[in-house]
Structures are given as C-alpha cells and as structure tokens.
C-alpha cells in the first residue's frame, strides 16, 4: 500500500485548503483511510477518517462542521477539504491507512490510540495558518 499526500499550504484565517491523498495497493475491501496532524511537541491527533466505501467518517470535535472528508468514487483519492480555517489548525499533516474495516476500528480502539495501529502512513504536508 502507497499513500501519496499532497495539497498543504500557507493561508490566512478563515480561508481554505484541500489536502489529497492518492492510495493504491490495497488488496482487501475493508480498510480505513485518515488524516492526523502533528504540531511539535505534540503527539499526533487524529483529525478525520472515512470507511473503505466512504459511506462512515470521523471527525475531531475541533473541526466539525469546517472539515470535510470524501473519496472520489474510483475509491483511489481520499480528500480533506478544510474550510474556515484557523490558526491552531496549523500542522503537518499525515494521511494513513488502517487493514480494517473503519466500523471495527472506531468500535475497538480508543481514538488516542489509532495512531499505534496505522498500517500505513503517507508523507507529511505542511499546513501553515496565519492570523
């Protein structure tokens, strides 16, 4: 499995970026694909995940109802569209890919944790905020 990120950025408050994730490899019909971001200092955080048929998602409290995640309907490119954007929304972000289907990972394994259980991870991409 491959995850190829791109889209990050530098924008003001309030504007947006959308982030890409290009997935290939998968050989199994049940898995999850997210993003987390990290500041330094921090642990990562979990900011987004969508189900394999891209029907479930996930959202941190901290950006309902101003992040969106979707897949394009070929299944390969899962996106993260973040509107309203903030300055603590400043980040590198990671796309991930978990080999389980996204109900059993939301359902067994605490949040804080899924980041210990990826399979895979993408490359980084720089989110810059500014005030």
């Known amino acids: 499995v491959q995850l190829q990120a791109s889209g990050g950025g530098l924008v003001q408050a309030g504007g947006s970026l959308r982030l890409s994730c290009a997935a290939s490899?998968?050989?199994?019909?049940?898995?999850?694909i997210g993003w987390f971001r990290q500041v330094p200092g921090k642990e990562r955080e979990a900011v987004s995940l969508?189900?394999?048929?891209?029907?479930?998602?996930y959202y941190v409290d901290a950006v309902k109802g101003r992040f969106t995640i979707s897949r394009d309907n070929a299944g390969n490119t899962v996106y993260l569209q973040m509107n309203s954007l903030k300055p603590e929304d400043t980040a590198v972000y990671y796309c991930?890919?978990?080999?389980?289907?996204?109900?059993?990972?939301?359902?067994?394994?605490?949040?804080?944790?899924?980041?210990?259980?990826?399979?895979?991870w993408g490359q980084g991409t720089q989110v810059t905020v500014s005030s």
């Open positions: 991930a890919a978990w080999l389980r289907s996204f109900n059993i990972l939301i359902a067994t394994i605490p949040a804080e944790e899924w980041a210990t259980h990826v399979d895979y």
């Open positions: 490899g998968f050989t199994s019909v049940y898995y999850a």
């Open positions: 969508i189900s394999s048929e891209g029907s479930s998602q």
